[in-house]
Structures are given as structure tokens and as C-alpha cells.
């Protein structure tokens, strides 16, 4: 039986490493790849490979930012109310929060959220650098922006007490959050509101 040439083959597999890409449509991509102009595949490979090599996280908070040790366009704009933070698990969260316009305070991103189930104790998480955000420039009140289940919980009561040792009032967002969720399954307005009736811990 004939098979496609290994180099197609490994194509599909790498293709098949993106989220939400089944066999079928891995090979479906992977016969676009070869049928369209080569500068449609070239580009893509160049802007994956730019992508990988200029962004980095944000020297300050974590968000995503252009340049090894840089600061993103949040933490450099003039324009942002360094006495509030919103801390947020993932870079997406930051867009979300955004999008929803409510929100000009500074962010802190962890990369993730605490689970002692997974082994995913405070040192997976970005604890230290906040904790050192907040000797060098703590904020006045920090918004807590955590998904709304066991662990977002577990997370909230573990950073909770750091930011009030640094003087800072802590609240979480309203609830409204999708339950078991994070932040990327709520709409902007959701976040709004959750936002705006944020509560004090
Ligand atoms: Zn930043």
C-alpha cells in the first residue's frame, strides 16, 4: 500500500500537536501546505519562528512583550493606573480584560493557577516576581481575576495574604464567572460587571 512520503507524514503529526486539529484536518492543512504558492508556507514558518524567537514575557508583569527583557505595551504606557493590578492567570486572560474597556490598572500574570492535584505548587507560578513588583512599587488595590472554581479559590487565599502584608486592599471579581472556568469562556461584558462589583477579601 502506498502512504504519503515521510516528510508529508511528519508534517500531519506536527500539525496534529495544534489544538483542536484532528488527523483529518491535520492532513487536510498539510495538503494546502504543498498545493498553495511556496510563499504561503514560507510565511507562515517565518512568523512562527519571529513569533517563538521576539516574544517574551514582560519584565514586569508577565504579559506577553516584544524584545528579550522588555516591557510589554501595557507596563510602558504612560496612560495606566499603576495603583490598581489585576492578577490574572494567563496572557489570554489580559486580552479578555481589555477587550471589556473597563479595567486601566497595570496586570500581573501567574502562568497558571495553583493545584496541588497536578503538582503545581507557588514556584510553577510567577509568586516571586509579584512579590517582588510589591517591594519595589505596590500597587494600591489588587483585583484578584481567578476562575471561579476550586482552584482559582485555593489560588485567591494563597496570594491573598502576600498582597495584604504589602498593604494592599485585595478584592475578587463578582461572581458571574463561568463555573469551573476561566476567564476565556467569559464575554466582555460579563467581565465588566464582574469587574466593576468586584468584592473585598
Ligand atoms: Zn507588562
Redesign the pocket.
Known sequence: MTDYPPAFTELVEALRQLPSVGPRSAERHALFLLQADAAVSERLAAAVTKARTEIHP??????Y?QGADS??????SPQRDSSLWCVVEQPSDVIKLEKSNFFRG??HVLGGRLSPLDKIGPEDLSIAKMEQRLAEAPPQEAVLALAADAEGETTALYLAPILKKAGVKVSRLAMGLPAGGGLEYADSVTLGYALSGRREL
Not at 514582560?58 to 504579559?63: A, L, N, P, T, W
Open positions: 514582560c519584565r514586569h508583569c508577565g504579559f512583550a516591557l510589554c505595551s501595557i507596563c510602558s497595570l496586570y
